[in-house]
């Protein structure tokens, strides 16, 4: 089970395999493995190819309990690393509580690394409630995934269970963070065209947030 990994040129490796003694082994992120649940069926995500969910290391046939996370964490110098993404091969968020306490687990242990969570702003729909001041002192970035300029593109890419609704829902997440995260960025790929990059970025005006236009993998 792969609970921490990093990347490097495109390459998800386990961290356990990674020699930290050298000095390559240096500023590398950890990205961290929690679930495989997601409310989302995006058109893109490796998920929906059952072949190549399976075939994909980070696929978990059990979720990893906080213990074995924390277990995985006290085996490394957390000053080594630039940065603690949970991310991973599903939505981080759906579990909320379990994240919150390996966060703070973290913070105690080594509150200068900051901790990212790369999320498709859903959150507040899955849980139900406001969940941005859980967030508060614990995370220091939120990376949504903006996907689309507008509500209709967004639900047809994203295929979420909450219906179209969803895209403001998601906006609304962006907004509430900015009251609690230091940072918050929204996210699309490059391959999208520049007319929907410029409405994207339009859409982030107004929100307030950044936009990052990523590679797409
Ligand atoms: S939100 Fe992410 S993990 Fe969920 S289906 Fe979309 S791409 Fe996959």
């Given at each position: 089970?792969?609970?921490?990994y ?9 961290l ?18 929690l ?54 091969f ?6 909320l ?19 990212r ?26 990376s ?10 967004y ?21 509430s963070c ?40």
């Open positions: 089970m792969v609970i921490l990093t990347y490097n040129n495109g390459v998800y490796i386990n356990k395999d990674v020699d930290m003694t050298t000095k390559e082994s240096g500023h590398r992120n950890i990205y961290v493995n679930t495989n649940q997601c409310p989302c069926s995006c058109t893109f995500c490796l998920r929906n190819t059952k072949e190549m969910a399976q075939s994909n290391s980070l696929w978990l046939d059990r979720e990893p309990t906080i213990q074995e996370v924390i277990g995985e964490f006290e085996k490394y110098d957390l000053s080594k690393f630039d940065e603690i993404i949970f991310c991973g599903g939505e981080p968020l759906t579990r509580d379990d994240l919150l306490e390996v966060a703070k687990y973290l913070k105690d242990r080594s509150g200068n690394t900051p901790i969570v790369n999320t498709n702003g859903l959150a507040d729909l899955m849980h139900k409630k406001k969940i941005a001041p859980l967030l508060k002192d614990l995370i220091n970035t939120v949504i995934s903006l996907n689309a300029s507008n509500a209709e593109e639900f047809r890419l994203t295929r979420n269970k909450f219906g179209i609704e969803s895209y403001d829902a998601m906006l609304k997440f962006a907004v900015k009251e609690y995260v230091t940072n918050v960025v929204m996210t699309v790929v490059d391959c999208i065209g520049q007319e929907e990059i410029d409405a994207c970025q339009d859409v982030c005006d107004t929100v307030g947030v950044p936009l990052r236009v990523r590679p797409f993998e």
